[in-house]
């Protein structure tokens, strides 16, 4: 089944990715994203960049907090969302994050080693508490199932 609401994104990390736990035990990291985009207009290369806020839930986001530091360049896919908040001052904020599904490093001008981690190790397929315990939250995506 196919998302219609999905985005793929190619840049470079803004900071290292911050690992925090839920009160259930599952692990959630953040991390921000620049997407560079050159151009050429009136015969001259210009330069934008767009940021973003990128959250990973899970196994994806403890191997994302283990392997990838500021400075990476990454892919990620996943899927927009807005939640708002409120300020300790009571400001009410509006925020677009992209929840990631799949994250990489790029290989273009880059090497990276892949290490497989056994699922008899990891918490399990689909993300979760730590290594060791603990009741775990179904993954969003495919609940309790494998994934493949």
Do not use: C, H
């Amino acid at each position: 089944m196919a998302s219609e609401n999905s985005v793929t994104l190619v840049g470079n990390l803004t900071r290292d990715p911050e690992l925090r736990y839920t009160t259930t035990g599952r692990g959630v990291a953040s991390f921000g994203l620049a997407v560079n985009r050159r151009y050429q207009q009136n015969g001259e290369w210009q330069e934008q960049v767009s940021f973003f806020n990128v959250v990973a839930w899970g196994d994806l986001g403890e191997n994302a907090a283990a392997s990838l530091n500021k400075g990476n360049r990454v892919m990620v896919t996943g899927r927009l969302e807005q939640r708002q908040y409120e300020t300790r001052e009571g400001e009410k904020r509006n925020v677009v994050e992209v929840i990631a599904d799949e994250l990489g490093p790029s290989l273009r001008w880059a090497q990276a080693q892949v290490e497989r981690i056994s699922r008899d190790a990891a918490s399990g397929g689909g993300g979760g508490a730590p290594s060791g315990g603990g009741n775990r939250a179904p993954d969003p995506v495919y609940g309790d199932e494998e994934p493949f």
